[in-house]
């Protein structure tokens, strides 16, 4: 299956929360290529932003599991360029 290149950006809005996030992101990080995080406490909201390389199984399942708990909201995007999948 081929690779692509992606982000997803996790907004958390519950502290209870942030635990579930974190060991979703632990199980998926051999897709995981860079990961920013940016608490926003005047808010109460948590951003995180991932950078991703794998199958669109791989980064649907770690988007799914992050979608599935509560107070997060997640977003992703790819990119499929035929000519980047020999560089993966």
């Known amino acids: ?7 997803a950006i996790i907004v958390i809005e519950q502290s209870e929360s942030v635990a579930l996030v974190n060991h979703a992101l ?3 990080n ?3 290529f860079g990961r920013q995080g940016i608490p926003l406490h005047s808010k109460l909201l948590n951003i995180i932003s ?4 794998g199958t669109t199984d791989e980064i649907g ?3 799914g599991q992050l979608g599935k708990i ?4 997640v977003k992703s995007a790819l990119i499929k360029n035929s000519d980047l999948q020999e560089k993966l």
């Not at 509560?70 to 909201?73: D, F, K, L, N, R």
């Open 70 to 73: 509560a107070g997060v909201h």
């Open 61 to 63: 399942s770690l988007t």
């Open 1 to 7: 299956m081929e690779k692509r290149i992606g982000t």
């Open 50 to 53: 991932v950078v991703l390389i």
């Open 26 to 28: 632990s199980r998926h």
């Open 30 to 32: 051999p897709i995981i």
